[in-house]
């Protein structure tokens, strides 16, 4: 069974840093292609990055470039999203989901349950 | 980026309607749009994906048909599991872009 845990969430100042967990299990992950997608309370689903299985390739939304990493360690199992320069903004449930393929064309097939970041002072 | 629009924003309806959600793409995506359902504080849900292929275990009563830059999601008699909101997304591009939702409410 295909699961995805997310971890590391947690009340932080604006200007602070996080970061997330996203530990995979029951498929190989390090073929797979990952991204974290976001969701502010209350409001829609935002993409936030992308780490290509092979670690050639990552992409950002313009809104967290500069400031947000994605990265994976295969031999865990596990991606990751440090986050710096936190600000009020942020504030949202982080998902990690699987892509259902490589690159572009394929849905995001499994999602986890969400981790909750809260930027405030 | 691509801008994806769903209506209605929200919809009322009884359990055995048959309920259609539409969603354009500011440019054409040929087939790659996908649906998913979330229901409140849980994570979202693939249904449909390449506009019109069902996820596997999900009902047959949903259905999704589209291509370009306008599409539907159908729901051929609602369920009490339903009632949820469901969003669009196209997976073009990067960044993947995600319609606004649409909740659907029993009426």
């Known amino acids: 069974e295909v699961q995805l845990v997310e971890s590391g969430g947690g009340l932080v100042q604006p200007g602070g840093s996080l970061r997330l967990s996203c530990a995979a299990s029951?498929?190989?992950?390090?073929?797979?292609?990952m991204h974290w997608v976001r969701q502010a309370p209350g409001k829609g689903l935002v993409w936030v990055s992308r780490f290509s299985s092979d670690g050639s390739t990552t992409n950002y939304a313009d809104s967290v470039k500069g400031r947000f990493t994605i990265s994976r360690d295969n031999a865990k199992n596990t991606l990751y999203l440090q986050m710096n320069s936190l600000r009020a903004e942020d504030t949202a449930v982080y998902y990690c989901?699987?892509?259902?393929?490589?690159?572009?064309?394929?849905?995001?097939?499994?999602w986890g349950q969400g981790t909750l970041v809260t930027v405030s002072s | 980026d691509i801008q994806m629009t769903q209506s209605p924003s929200s919809l009322s309806a009884s359990v055995g309607d048959r309920v259609t959600i539409t969603c354009r793409a500011s440019q054409s995506i040929s087939t790659y749009l996908n649906w998913y359902k979330q229901k409140p504080g849980k994570a979202p849900k693939l249904l449909i994906y390449a506009a019109s292929s069902l996820q596997s275990g999900v009902p047959s009563r949903f259905s999704g048909s589209g291509s370009g830059t306008d599409f539907s999601l159908t729901i051929s008699s609602l369920q009490p599991e339903d009632f949820a909101t469901y969003y669009c997304q196209q997976s073009y591009i990067i960044p993947r872009t995600f319609g606004q939702g649409t909740k659907v409410e029993i009426k």
């Open positions: 989901a699987r892509d259902g393929g490589y690159s572009n064309g394929y849905p995001f097939d499994y």
């Open positions: 029951g498929f190989t992950f390090s073929s797979y292609w």
